[in-house]
């Protein structure tokens, strides 16, 4: 590995680094202006009419709930045993093949 190729790459971890810690921090300001406004308004006394998402107490409904299908295998070996049992193999040799060997 040359120092070309370890120096992108350290570029490239250092730049990811940056924008996570950048996402991380803005989350952090926000909910706090969040709860400031909040706790200003409560002790102003101005009632707040809040959706319950807006305070991250209940997700968004994002559709139909998918439908659980289980499924298993069972072990009883002896209930198998007369399918596989009447499989019968059947060797035709081939023709056109038989020029090759």
């Given at each position: ?20 810690a950048s996402i991380i921090f803005r ?75």
């Open positions: 590995m040359n120092s070309t190729t370890s120096f992108t790459f350290l570029a490239t971890l250092f730049v990811l680094l940056l924008i996570s989350s952090f300001l926000v909910r706090r202006r969040f709860r400031r406004r909040v706790e200003d308004a409560l002790a102003q006394g101005i009632y707040i009419d809040l959706q319950p998402t807006a305070l991250g107490l209940t997700s968004r409904y994002i559709g139909e709930k998918p439908s659980v299908h289980e499924a298993w295998v069972e072990q009883d070996v002896s209930r198998e045993k007369p399918q596989w049992q009447a499989i019968m193999v059947c060797l035709k040799p081939c023709s056109h093949l038989a020029g090759l060997g």
